[in-house]
């Protein structure tokens, strides 16, 4: 019941800008801490960024701080990250979710692709 589906990602230039969207469906939104992971080609999974509930608590992982802004509406259960100043090692499929429950609750992915 829990669906997580992410959008927004796509080719894109150096030093561009991209948002992408999660939308959130199957439980309450609200109530949850949310973050963004990546997987970069070849790479294992990474954690990306967090926004705790009621939005205003945010981090990041050091590589992404002052370019990337997470936020929410819970209005709408949507997640959102902002992606500016783009570089090609933030190359990846995006996921957004959250950790609960066995092996927490992610989405299929979107690919972000950053080059000239």
């Known amino acids: 019941q829990v669906q997580l589906v992410e959008s927004g990602g796509g080719l894109v230039q150096p030093g561009g800008s991209l948002r992408l969207s999660c939308a959130a469906s199957g439980f309450t939104f609200s109530s949850y801490w949310m973050h963004w992971v990546r997987q970069a080609p070849g790479k294992g999974l990474e954690w990306v960024s967090r926004?705790?509930?009621?939005?205003?608590?945010?981090h990041y992982v050091e590589s992404v701080k002052g370019r990337f802004t997470i936020s929410r509406d819970d209005a709408k259960n949507t997640l959102y990250l902002q992606m500016n100043s783009l570089k090609s090692e933030d190359t990846a499929v995006y996921y957004c979710?959250?950790?609960?429950?066995?092996?927490?609750?992610w989405g299929k992915g979107t690919l972000v692709t950053v080059s000239s």
């Open positions: 926004i705790e509930t009621g939005g205003g608590i945010t």
């Open positions: 979710g959250n950790p609960y429950g066995g092996m927490g609750n």
